[in-house]
Every structure is written in C-alpha cells, then in structure tokens.
C-alpha cells in the first residue's frame, strides 16, 4: 500500500489506484524488496494462464523498471536522461469499491488515513448525517493494475477485492455540517478533528487498533473474541456561534515547543484562534467522569434511604427502655415445683398475669426490635453492593489514571530528554555560528541550494548518458554487422525534427560541392597558365586523402 491511493466517493465507496509513481520517487530498499518479494510468491504459487498470474508478473515488469536501487533506497527514474520508460504510457485500473457503504447515501465528504497497528485504517467523515467511518483493509489486498488487462480479467480481478475491506464503528460528531475535512493528530495517533464551517470536533478512537490485534490474533479478518474495545469519545474543541457570519476556513495542528499540543483555526473574518487540545481533552474526561459519579449518586437508592433514616442506636433507644421496663416489673419465683392438687387459684391466677405482662411487656418488644434488626441488616447489605459497585468503578478509574501517568511521565521523560539534548545542540550551534566570520547571506544559501540541485540533476543525466552510450555502441556494433535493421519508432514531432536537419545537411553539402567545382577551376587555370603537367589520377587521389598541394 506505500504506492497506493485510496480514492472516495460521494455513496462511500472507497476505490483504489496502484502504483503511483512520480519521477525521482524514493522509497526504502526493504520496502521494495518485500514487495517484490511478495509478487515473486505469487508467480510462484499462480498457474500462468489465470489473471491473477498476469497481474503478478505486469506489476513485476513495472517495478523493475521503475526503480532503481541506491543503497538503502530505490529511487523511480521515468524519464530520466531524455529516456522514456516503457511503462510511463500504462494507465493504471481503478479497484474496488473494496469498503462497503449504506446504500442510498451520498454524505460522504473527506477520506484520511487513520491509526492501525498492523491493518491499513482509514477514516471517512460525512456530512448531514454526521458520521465518522472507521474500516480496515489488509495490507496486501491492492496490486498494481493497467487498463492493459482484457475485460475478463478485469471482471476476475475486481471480484477478489470487492469489498474486502471490514466498516469497523460508526463515532457520531452531532455536528450540522455541508462540508467537512478530517484532520489526523500529528501526536496523539489514536485521534482525529472533523472540521466543518461550524465548528471543530475531536474525536479518539482506540477501535481500528483492537480490531487489528484480534485479527493478529486469529489470522482472520473477522472478530474472535466477544471483548470489546474502550468506546471513543468525541467533544467539541471549537464552536463558532450560530447567530454569527463567521465560519471556519481551515484548521492545523501544531504540536510546537511554544504553543503545545494547540489546534489553530482561521477564520473567514482573518482572525486566528488557537485551542489548547490538552486542556480541552482533560476538560472533557473530567465532565465525564463528573456524569458518572452523578449517575452512580442517582442510582444508589440505599446510600439515600441511609442517609434519611435515623441512628440504629437511636431507634433502638425507645424499645430498650420498654424491654428494660418490662425485666423491671418481673417477679422472680423461686422454690420447688408444686404439685397439681396442690395449685391454689391465687397462685394460678399470678402464674397468669405474669405470663400477660411477659408478653405484653417484654416479647412485643423484642420482636419489633428483631424486625428493625432484620430490615437495617437489608438496608446495609443493599448500601454495601453499590458501595462495592463503585469502589470497582473507582479502582478501575484508578487504574486507568495510573497507565496514564506512566505514559505521561514517561513522555515527559523523553521530552526532558530531548529538550536538554537541543538545548545543548542550540547552545553549540549558536557558538559555532557566532565565530563564524563571515556569516553566510542568503544569495550564499541560495547559491548552494543550486549547486546541490545542480549536482543531482548532474547525476541523473550521467545515468541516462550512460545508457545511452551504451545503448549506442550496442547499435553501432549491430549496424557494422549487419545484423540490425532499422526499426524506429519516432513521435511526428521528432522525425518533422529529423527531416529539418537532414534538409539542412544536404543544402550544405551542396554549398561544399559547388565551392569545390570552382576551387578545382581556379586550380586547373593555375596549373594551365604554369605549365606544369599534374597527372589527374594523382590529382584525385591527393585530393580525397585531403592533401595540400603547393
């Protein structure tokens, strides 16, 4: 995919064209070794007569003419030396759709790559409907294509990657838009702007990177766990009033020394308005995490009925007084047991009224004091599973946090590092310049900046002279031969060219032939009136070797 480019349309549609290349293109040596590598399997593993095959050895024949390898880099010559490749001519095939799209809709407005680990990510922002994208398509799916390949290869070919690319999540903006552009975060990778006329949306998104490690995982371009990824967020960084004429022109963002993680805006009234990304971000996880704690104190119905009802001690306090009341008025009875026939109505009928005050007195209580037990033992059993609920939600807010601060001071660390290592770099730099007498002028700095263009553009016409001597001396060798016939293909421009100058040639040859035929008279008069008797035959050959004759 480092030649391909990813072409939207309005339905959504994402099509393809490989390769683009353009003259003096450099790419890394090891990029162009696995690539051909990779098209050398295929030729290896393809029957020759399928399209797949042809495909494979065109997009072969293609790079190796393109490149050419300068140590770590290959470097594409098209035109290089007055010399056309053979391929500059092949028009490429456009692919696809290889990602697919809700029929009916025709929003789609910007396309923009997007982080991934080891899937190719992009993101497609829309408009009316305000959406984000966000799909994967496998690194290896887009080969080189020409329009060269007849209709049925055309039709086999477009069948292997229609659609091979998977819609990963929908993030909604909910922000009213007629256009849009998206934005990728030159330091966060996981972040994106959507800017429309209205305003700036962030967006984070953490799902393209899950989706890649399950497929890593499975080898497969299909999901296998059920775990799902963190949810993006998204919030507004900036927001132009709806009751304003100022719209949004344009949006970067600048990650400077002075300014920090900053999105700058331009304005339609000429003004420039710079937002601190950081700052908005914290902002916003901080409202969130405000909702949350707001929605958990809603939803903790025991944490209120706890704090509407009274002191356990203190509803308590009244019903130990009965009960203490009620052990007062006991009587205690002590002695033997009677017998039946010994049982007076008196001692029965105080058996009696001790039994009533016992449970009027004592067990009424204690049974209402045994449910006021049981219902605060509930209350308090509800308040601990929600208490428990959120002391989860708080450990993992914790933990979270913490990775955070890692990351941070790990960055800070590394920034530290850097700043110190520049600041020492500056500090020798700006020595060195200060005892640099003279200092150089900027016709000085221009002057070498030619040199420099001068010396490449030098070095690519050695190499097309190069071979074009060679090319020469292989020519020159075949027409002294005889084994070379003449087959040249020449634009009408060039043989209209060609003609001009052999017409040219023969007038001048002619002017030569008649100067000669009176040079020749002057000297046979000369000769005549001397007297000297020159032999023709001498004369001749003297003058086709070129002699001088005195």
């Not at 789609?108 to 994208?133: K, M, Y």
């Not at 019903?319 to 009341?325: G, L, M, N, V, Y």
């Not at 007498?437 to 016709?443: D, F, N, S, V, W």
């Amino acid at each position: 995919c480092t030649l391909t480019v990813h072409l939207l349309k309005a339905s959504g549609q994402v099509m393809a064209a490989s390769p683009v290349l353009w003259e003096n293109a450099v790419v890394p040596a090891s990029v162009f070794d696995e690539s051909m590598e990779y098209l050398n399997h295929l030729l290896q593993t393809q029957h020759n007569d399928t399209p797949k095959y042809r495909q494979a050895r065109a997009a072969t024949f293609a790079l190796h003419e393109a490149f050419t390898r300068n140590g770590d880099t290959c470097t594409c010559y098209l035109n290089s030396g007055n010399l056309e490749s053979p391929i500059s001519g092949w028009e490429l095939q456009i692919q696809g759709p290889i990602v697919p799209s809700d029929p009916g809709l025709n929003t789609a407005a910007a396309i923009e790559p997007f982080f991934s680990r080891d899937l190719v990510g992009i993101a497609i922002g829309h408009v009316n409907n305000q959406t984000i994208d966000l799909a994967v398509l496998p690194c290896s799916a887009i080969l080189p294509r020409y329009t060269l390949e007849d209709s049925q290869d055309q039709l086999a070919l477009d069948s292997l990657i229609q659609e091979l690319g998977c819609l990963v999540e929908k993030v909604q903006v909910q922000q009213p838009a007629s256009t849009c552009a998206l934005l990728r975060d030159p330091v966060l990778e996981n972040m994106l702007h959507y800017v429309s006329e209205t305003g700036v949306m962030s967006v984070t998104s953490n799902s393209l990177k899950h989706f890649s490690s399950q497929v890593r995982e499975s080898n497969l371009m299909s999901p296998v766990t059920n775990k799902k990824p963190p949810p993006s967020k998204a919030w507004m960084s900036v927001t132009v009033p709806k009751d304003s004429d100022i719209t949004i022109k344009g949006a970067a963002v600048s990650c400077d020394a002075l300014l920090g993680h900053s999105l700058v805006v331009f304005l339609s009234n000429g003004l420039v308005s710079t937002v601190n990304l950081t700052q908005t971000r914290y902002r916003y996880e901080a409202t969130l995490a405000n909702d949350t704690a707001a929605r958990f104190q809603d939803k903790d119905e025991a944490y209120k009925n706890m704090q509407a009802t009274p002191a356990f001690h203190e509803e308590i306090r009244p019903i130990i007084e009965e009960i203490e009341t009620g052990l007062r008025g006991m009587t205690k009875w002590v002695g033997s047991s009677t017998n039946t026939k010994d049982i007076k109505p008196g001692e029965v009928a105080a058996v009696i009224e001790l039994r009533d005050h016992l449970e009027n007195n004592l067990m009424v209580h204690l049974k209402h004091l045994n449910k006021l037990r049981y219902n605060r033992m509930v209350m308090l059993r509800k308040m601990c599973q929600s208490q428990y609920a959120q002391a989860k939600e708080i450990y993992k807010t914790v933990e979270a946090l913490r990775a955070r601060k890692k990351q941070a001071s790990a960055k800070v660390e590394s920034i530290e590092s850097k700043a110190r290592t520049q600041a020492e770099l500056s500090s020798r730099l700006l020595q060195e310049a200060k005892d640099i007498r003279p200092a150089l002028t900027k016709a000085d700095i221009e002057y070498f900046n030619l040199l420099e263009r001068t010396r490449n553009q030098c070095q690519t016409w050695e190499k097309g002279l190069a071979e074009l001597q060679l090319n020469t001396d292989l020519m020159a060798e075949q027409i002294e031969s005889g084994r070379m016939e003449a087959n040249i293909s020449m634009s009408p421009f060039a043989m209209e060219r060609c003609r001009t100058i052999l017409d040219s040639n023969a007038k001048t040859i002619k002017e030569n032939e008649l100067q000669m035929q009176e040079t020749a008279a002057v000297i046979s008069d000369l000769v005549g009136n001397s007297g000297v008797v020159i032999d023709k035959a001498i004369f001749d050959n003297a003058y086709d070797s070129g002699s001088k004759i005195t």
